[in-house]
């Protein structure tokens, strides 16, 4: 039940060798005029890579986290790191914020102040919340888990234990990408203590019928195929490691290079029906390479990519309950998220209260929108704090 002050303090060392392995890197051949069409092209990476060698210093995001009060616990065997903002109102809501993959901490910096101090960002103090953002286990500073069966329920079970053991008997969740898997199933596993959830995308498919697909909408259906091509153009990295983890993760453990390239393939414009026009569109450089940083400092490649393969393993996932889930669940979807299918959503949700769909922004809204973001937290879970 303890709970240690932490502070991040990547030793020197560590990057020293980061800098001589990114000075000595063997660079991949690439077809002519290849683009994108490939994959990550090869002079977005020289390019990054050139300015984590020149530019990009990991100590300036390390200061800015460490800002935050942050700690670790153990839960279930594995350690828990997070950090605890709490807001000057007293009375403020606690909230439970959710990161997914390749994400990290690092993305809530950008709604940590607004969120826990609105009066000075536009808001009102009744808006104020107290603010806990966890590393998923074996995630970040959470650090590599050391267990098998560390699916999305587990890391929902250990939220939950996190929140009573912080004293919070009400609390709201919100999730993005992973986070957004997990956080419905903790309104799903503790509803006497959750007051809401919100989520970036709702992620409910058809259940291996095909007529649930002919009763789609037409606007439904287009942007069901759109989902489909992207998981046919973009989805690799979801089939590799929810099949063979480890494989993967050989080489990136050994490559800063290569989990940076891993990494930034997420981190694009999609288009409708193709590839990633862009890469890295709508996210700043130094945010990339901090991501990529702490996967690398951290050694979690491995341990972060087996969340797939253990949810998608996972005894529960056949056997969980199909019952719609009851509490207040709000829905913030940002440009070019095609995942959330409305007919499914209200299908596995009966109590959705809220459905905001924004024309910027991206998966990356943390990022690429935080005031849209904001808002829509602010607003849903105003609905809910009485």
Same mark, same amino acid.
């Given at each position: 039940?303890?709970?240690?002050?932490?502070?991040?303090?990547?030793?020197?060392?560590?990057?020293?060798?980061?800098?001589?392995?990114?000075?000595?890197?063997?660079?991949?051949?690439?077809?002519?005029?290849?683009?994108?069409?490939? +994959?990550? %092209?090869?002079?977005?990476?020289?390019?990054?890579? *050139?300015?984590?060698?020149? +530019?990009? %210093?990991?100590?300036?995001?390390?200061?800015?986290?460490?800002?935050? $009060?942050?700690?670790?616990?153990?839960?279930?065997?594995?350690?828990?790191?997070?950090?605890?903002?709490?807001?000057?109102?007293?009375?403020?809501?606690?909230?439970?914020?959710?990161?997914?993959?390749?994400?990290? !901490?690092?993305?809530?910096?950008?709604?940590?102040?607004?969120? !826990? =101090? $609105?009066?000075?960002?536009?808001?009102?103090?009744?808006?104020?919340?107290?603010? /806990?953002?966890?590393?998923?286990?074996?995630?970040?500073?959470?650090?590599?888990?050391?267990?098998?069966?560390?699916?999305?329920?587990?890391?929902?079970?250990?939220?939950?234990?996190?929140?009573?053991?912080?004293?919070?008997?009400?609390?709201?969740?919100? +999730?993005?990408?992973?986070?957004?898997?997990?956080?419905?199933?903790?309104?799903?596993?503790?509803?006497?203590?959750?007051?809401?959830?919100?989520?970036?995308?709702?992620?409910?498919?058809?259940?291996?019928?095909?007529?649930?697909?002919?009763?789609?909408?037409?606007?439904?259906? !287009?942007?069901?195929?759109?989902?489909?091509?992207?998981?046919?153009?973009?989805? +690799?990295?979801? &089939?590799?490691?929810?099949?063979?983890?480890?494989?993967?993760? &050989?080489?990136?453990?050994?490559?800063?290079?290569?989990?940076?390239?891993?990494?930034?393939?997420?981190?694009?414009?999609? #288009?409708?029906?193709?590839?990633?026009?862009?890469?890295?569109?709508? /996210? *700043?450089?130094?945010?990339?390479?901090?991501?990529?940083?702490?996967?690398?400092?951290?050694?979690?490649?491995?341990?972060?990519?087996?969340?797939?393969?253990?949810?998608? &393993?996972?005894?529960?996932? #056949?056997?969980?309950?199909?019952?719609?889930?009851?509490?207040?669940?709000?829905?913030?979807?940002?440009?070019?998220?095609?995942?959330?299918?409305?007919?499914?959503?209200?299908?596995?949700?009966?109590?959705?209260?809220?459905?905001?769909?924004?024309?910027?922004?991206?998966?990356?809204?943390?990022?690429?929108? $935080?005031?849209?973001?904001?808002? =829509?937290?602010?607003?849903?879970?105003?609905?809910?704090?009485?």
């Amino acid at each position: 039940m303890s709970m240690t002050p932490y502070t991040v303090a990547i030793p020197q060392a560590d990057i020293d060798d980061l800098n001589a392995r990114l000075a000595r890197v063997r660079w991949t051949d690439e077809l002519p005029d290849a683009g994108t069409d490939y +994959g990550v %092209d090869l002079a977005s990476i020289k390019r990054l890579v *050139s300015y984590w060698q020149h +530019g990009y %210093d990991w100590r300036i995001w390390e200061a800015r986290l460490n800002a935050y $009060p942050q700690f670790t616990t153990t839960i279930d065997g594995e350690n828990v790191h997070f950090l605890h903002v709490r807001s000057n109102v007293e009375n403020a809501l606690p909230l439970l914020l959710i990161h997914g993959w390749p994400k990290s !901490v690092f993305d809530y910096l950008t709604v940590i102040d607004p969120l !826990v =101090d $609105p009066s000075s960002h536009v808001g009102e103090p009744a808006q104020a919340f107290h603010l /806990v953002i966890p590393s998923l286990p074996g995630f970040g500073f959470s650090g590599p888990t050391t267990q098998k069966g560390w699916d999305c329920f587990r890391m929902a079970h250990a939220f939950i234990e996190l929140m009573h053991r912080l004293g919070y008997d009400r609390y709201g969740v919100h +999730g993005s990408d992973w986070g957004a898997v997990i956080s419905p199933e903790i309104g799903r596993f503790d509803p006497e203590h959750v007051v809401g959830v919100h989520v970036t995308a709702i992620f409910s498919s058809p259940w291996g019928n095909s007529a649930e697909i002919e009763a789609l909408s037409k606007e439904e259906k !287009v942007q069901w195929q759109r989902y489909l091509a992207w998981q046919q153009h973009q989805g +690799g990295y979801y &089939h590799m490691q929810s099949t063979a983890p480890q494989t993967l993760a &050989h080489a990136l453990a050994d490559s800063p290079v290569g989990q940076l390239a891993w990494n930034y393939q997420n981190y694009g414009n999609f #288009q409708n029906y193709g590839k990633y026009e862009k890469y890295g569109d709508g /996210v *700043s450089d130094d945010y990339v390479l901090t991501t990529a940083a702490l996967y690398w400092f951290t050694n979690t490649a491995a341990s972060s990519a087996r969340l797939y393969y253990e949810t998608a &393993h996972s005894a529960r996932v #056949q056997h969980r309950s199909t019952e719609p889930t009851t509490v207040p669940l709000g829905l913030v979807n940002f440009a070019g998220d095609h995942r959330t299918i409305r007919t499914f959503a209200e299908r596995d949700h009966k109590n959705i209260v809220s459905w905001n769909i924004y024309d910027r922004g991206n998966h990356f809204a943390t990022q690429t929108a $935080p005031d849209l973001l904001v808002n =829509d937290m602010r607003t849903f879970f105003k609905m809910l704090r009485s």
